[in-house]
């Protein structure tokens, strides 16, 4: 798809991959941006950089874990071109198994039931105005035996399934719906892993890994709406190896 004037909404946009993602959507000719966030701050200042690209921007502060305002607000705002559902959360402290049901139900929403909601509502509006693309983060997590915190990669896992499993909406509906799966990346989430910065379980994983900077995934997104040969739930892995960006491209009938 060319992304010169098209509409495009971004969610965890205040920061990280989701900044990164929409300035870049921004720079390729998107006409209009809606910044989905908690942070208002955050969401401003994407805001304000992406406009110097010469691109309209909203900001709108919503908490996808209430599941009846995710609705609200996406049948309101969702007659896009573009989606990107970006915005993603971990643990934090305490994790499974001794976190509340509250705390699990809180990142299942956030993670997963919200952008399975968002993605129904803009399909079925994209349908209507003749196709679109839906991009899933997802994360390469899902591609691995496991990690640590055990509900960030079930929600994840269960994105790439979601994902793949949408690959017949290209043929019934002209809406593409593929994934990007960032390996470790420099964002503000790295350090939400405890309860107060990097859980110690993140550190090693920090100091023994390269990390893929938000620009890196935001251009594997670019690559996924543009390029036309990319069917509905492939998917692209991209991580940082000797200090080149590596990219495993898969398909929806393939692990």
């Keep these: 798809?060319?992304?010169?004037?098209?509409?495009?909404?971004?969610?965890?946009?205040?920061?990280?991959?989701?900044?990164?993602?929409?300035?870049?959507?921004?720079?390729?000719?998107?006409?209009?941006?809606?910044?989905?966030?908690?942070?208002?701050?955050?969401?401003?200042e994407t805001s304000r950089q992406a406009v110097a690209h010469g691109c309209r921007a909203t900001v709108h502060m919503l908490d996808l874990a209430d599941l009846e305002a995710t609705e609200r607000w996406?049948?309101?705002?969702?007659?896009?071109?573009?989606?990107?559902?970006n915005a993603g959360v971990v643990s934090g402290s305490p994790q499974f198994p001794e976190a509340d049901i509250a705390r699990l139900?809180?990142?299942?929403?956030?993670?997963?039931?919200?952008?399975?909601?968002?993605?129904?509502?803009?399909?079925?509006?994209?349908?209507?105005?003749?196709?679109?693309?839906?991009?899933?983060?997802?994360?390469?997590?899902?591609?691995?035996?496991?990690?640590?915190?055990a509900m960030y990669a079930t929600t994840k896992a269960g994105v790439m399934m979601f994902t793949r499993c949408c690959a017949g909406l290209q043929a019934q509906w002209n809406v593409r719906v593929v994934g990007v799966l960032p390996g470790l990346t420099d964002t503000p989430i790295l350090f939400k892993t405890g309860a107060d910065g990097a859980a110690d379980w993140m550190i090693p994983v920090l100091e023994n890994n390269e990390r893929c900077t938000p620009e890196d995934i935001a251009d594997g997104v670019i690559n996924l709406i543009e390029d036309e040969n990319r069917k509905g739930g492939d998917w692209v892995a991209i991580r940082r190896q000797s200090g080149k960006v590596e990219r495993q491209w898969g398909h929806a009938d393939t692990l």
Aim: overall charge negative.
């Design 1 to 44: 798809m060319e992304i010169s004037g098209k509409t495009v909404i971004v969610t965890g946009a205040a920061s990280g991959i989701g900044r990164a993602t929409a300035l870049r959507l921004a720079e390729h000719g998107a006409a209009e941006i809606a910044l989905v966030d908690l942070d208002g701050l955050g969401l401003e």
């Design 74 to 85: 996406f049948t309101a705002h969702g007659s896009v071109d573009i989606l990107h559902n």
């Design 105 to 149: 139900r809180w990142i299942i929403d956030v993670n997963l039931t919200s952008l399975v909601t968002a993605t129904q509502i803009v399909a079925q509006q994209m349908r209507e105005r003749g196709g679109g693309v839906i991009i899933n983060t997802v994360s390469t997590v899902a591609l691995g035996t496991g990690f640590y915190d």
